[in-house]
């Protein structure tokens, strides 16, 4: 990884400053429902304090809209983190002022600090440099660890590293980064990758960016209705940005001309309503058109045995987005079968997106993925080719 990373630093004795990401679901009760993203970033902490490091852990949680909101307060994580790993987490009120810089100077080695939510400053998503500055007094290095807030430019993950002599990636954003940048700059072939949701325009760039380096590139959800209209095809019902037919149909043309393989869906599954009591049928679209009043809801049998065929094929596979209305039980099928194949065709697999990793959760397979990507909105972007905020301000290696 050409980044520095948190092994290329001397932590004894040293206040390491950390943007972790611990934004966590909280039920109404304020108990953490999932505690996921905390269990993530554990090598980085265990590293670190096994190393004698002074931790100072930061980060968002929720959107609190600049100011504090009790029901947005990282104090229910002090509690879960503690018990994970198994020693005292000291918390701070608030994360800049004396009430962040007082505990955090008393740090001893092998002890942590948690700050109180950024977001309850609206100059933490601004970018502030004074904000930044204050952040930035409270450590002696800093580590980003939050791969799934790398794309934002704020003061914690962008800002505030130009008042440190290094600025390193953390154990987590070091796997998220070897990763993606082996798969889309190395990738072991053959490189298949499955895009699906709703909407052409989240995936458009990284359709583009894909195209010229996989070996397939496989459509799936709503936005392949948009691609089939731009075909000339009826839809039925189906949801389709129109404003993107001629925007899909320009990747489609360039996609033939320079004979790269982006395959739509050959059949589909439809219904006359989004309603998981609707009764379904199959056609492929072709032959047989999608009515006027039905839309497609998910993959057909034969385009999932022609997916997962390409699957078991490949050496690499990235997959981002359902190929279906997947909240619905009877029109995540095609989801679900994509989840199977990718857990049992031996090569490297990584998924990203909350639909597609949930899926993988529902399958009871996310054990058998190679690397499940913590950072939806990043790894999309990270894959459409775009620069990371985050990662661009950690220091480049010689």
Not at 153 to 161: C, E, K, P, R, V
Not at 233 to 252: C, D, M, Q
Not at 324 to 330: D, I, L, S, T
Request: glycine share 10%.
């Amino acid at each position: 990884m050409p980044k520095l990373s948190i092994r290329d630093l001397d932590l004894d004795g040293k206040r390491v400053f950390v943007r972790v990401d611990f934004n966590v679901p909280l039920s109404d009760s304020g108990e953490i429902t999932d505690d996921t993203r905390i269990r993530q970033t554990l090598p980085t902490l265990e590293y670190a304090l096994g190393r004698g490091a002074r931790l100072i852990l930061a980060s968002h949680l929720g959107r609190p809209k600049g100011k504090p909101n009790p029901k947005m307060s990282l104090a229910p994580v002090v509690v879960r983190l503690g018990k994970l790993l198994n020693r005292p987490v000291i918390f701070a009120s608030d994360c800049i002022g004396p009430a962040a810089e007082k505990p955090a100077g008393e740090l001893r080695n092998g002890e942590l600090l948690l700050l109180e939510n950024l977001r309850y400053h609206p100059e933490e998503e601004a970018n502030d440099p004074e904000f930044s500055r204050q952040l930035a007094r409270l450590g002696e290095l800093y580590v980003n660890d939050a791969f799934g807030s790398a794309h934002r430019a704020h003061a914690s993950t962008a800002g505030m590293t130009r008042f440190f002599p290094k600025a390193a990636a953390g154990l987590l954003m070091e796997k998220e980064l070897n990763y993606l940048t082996k798969a889309t700059s190395n990738p072991e072939r053959p490189f298949v990758s499955l895009l699906g949701g709703a909407k052409v325009s989240d995936k458009i760039e990284v359709i583009q960016n894909l195209l010229p380096i996989v070996d397939n590139l496989l459509i799936g959800g709503a936005m392949a209705y948009t691609f089939l209209r731009a075909l000339g095809l009826p839809v039925g019902k189906s949801l389709v940005e129109e404003e993107k037919v001629e925007l899909a149909r320009r990747v489609l043309v360039e996609a033939k001309q320079r004979k790269y393989r982006m395959q739509l869906p050959v059949d589909h599954v439809i219904a006359q309503k989004l309603d998981a009591g609707a009764p379904t049928r199959v056609v492929d679209g072709v032959s047989t058109p999608i009515p006027d009043d039905f839309l497609g809801v998910d993959i057909g049998p034969e385009t999932v045995q022609l997916y997962t065929d390409e699957i078991a094929k490949a050496k690499t596979v990235i997959w981002n987005g359902p190929m279906g209305v997947f909240e619905m039980e009877p029109f995540a099928q095609g989801t679900l079968a994509i989840a199977r194949a990718l857990a049992s065709f031996g090569g490297t697999s990584i998924v990203g997106g909350g639909d597609s990793i949930a899926a993988l959760a529902r399958a009871g397979v996310e054990d058998k993925i190679t690397h499940v990507c913590t950072g939806g909105g990043a790894s999309l972007e990270f894959l459409a080719g775009e620069k990371l905020p985050g990662i661009e301000a950690l220091t480049d290696i010689p």
